[in-house]
T-cell receptor
């Protein structure tokens, strides 16, 4: 089954404790992206990757890091989480091209205390 | 830059009522337009899309027409069901490759739809 898998689905942590949210896709997609969803703001792009070892900032990259060492994986790293990073996070992937359909993971709900 | 504006929610309807969720956009060139749906506790799923002016996207009884002259992509359904209760997002991607428009989805703020029996 074609899917984008995020882990964990729920996470509660404390300020400053490094964490990683994993994302994996099995569709051989070149393009992967992270979004955060906040009430009244829709989804905003954090980082994206057009292929292995190619990553770039989205609209709200501050406080986040990513890596793309393999085509299928695109982890999101919070080196020193802060309460303003409490949010719902989605990973998405697609084939190349701005018009292509993006497939989303089920989301990771993160609370930073 | 690109932007998407959706009608404010939440929207509450009775089963079999007519649904319209308004969406307007600002973008350069010829963007592709999408409606995504998010059911409770799940990720976003593509509902329908349109890639050029006057295209009509349709799926599961939902329709939306790409209107370049009014920069709109309103979502409609003739008869909603309880199972349509979800959050609906209008979105667009840029028309060209390269830079931050490449593959990036710009979303509206989302509209919560609740359908009562």
């Amino acid at each position: 089954e074609a899917q984008v898998t995020q882990n964990p689905r729920y996470l509660i942590t404390v300020t400053g404790k490094k964490l990683t949210v994993t994302c994996s896709q099995n569709m051989n997609h070149e393009y992967m992206s992270w979004y955060r969803q906040d009430p009244g703001l829709g989804l905003r792009q954090i980082y994206y990757s057009m292929n292995v070892e190619v990553t770039d900032k989205g609209d709200v990259p501050e406080g986040y890091k990513v890596s793309r060492k393999e085509k299928r994986n695109f982890p999101l790293i919070l080196e020193s989480p802060s309460p303003n990073q409490t949010s719902l996070y989605f990973c998405a992937s697609s084939f190349q091209g701005a018009r292509n359909i993006q497939y989303f993971g089920a989301g990771t709900r993160l609370s930073v205390l | 830059g690109n932007s998407v504006t959706q009608m404010e929610g939440p929207v509450t309807l009775s089963e079999e009522a007519f649904l319209t969720i308004n969406c307007t956009y600002t973008a350069t060139g010829y963007p592709s337009l999408f409606w995504y749906v998010q059911y409770p506790g799940e990720g976003l799923q593509l509902l329908l899309k349109a890639t050029k002016a006057d295209d009509k996207g349709s799926n599961k009884g939902f329709e939306a027409t790409y209107r370049k002259e009014t920069t709109s992509f309103h979502l409609e359904k003739g008869s909603v069901q309880v199972s349509d209760s979800a959050v609906y997002f209008c979105a667009l991607t840029g028309s060209g490759a390269g830079g931050t428009s490449y593959g990036k989805l710009t979303f509206g703020q989302g509209t919560i739809l609740t359908v009562h029996p």
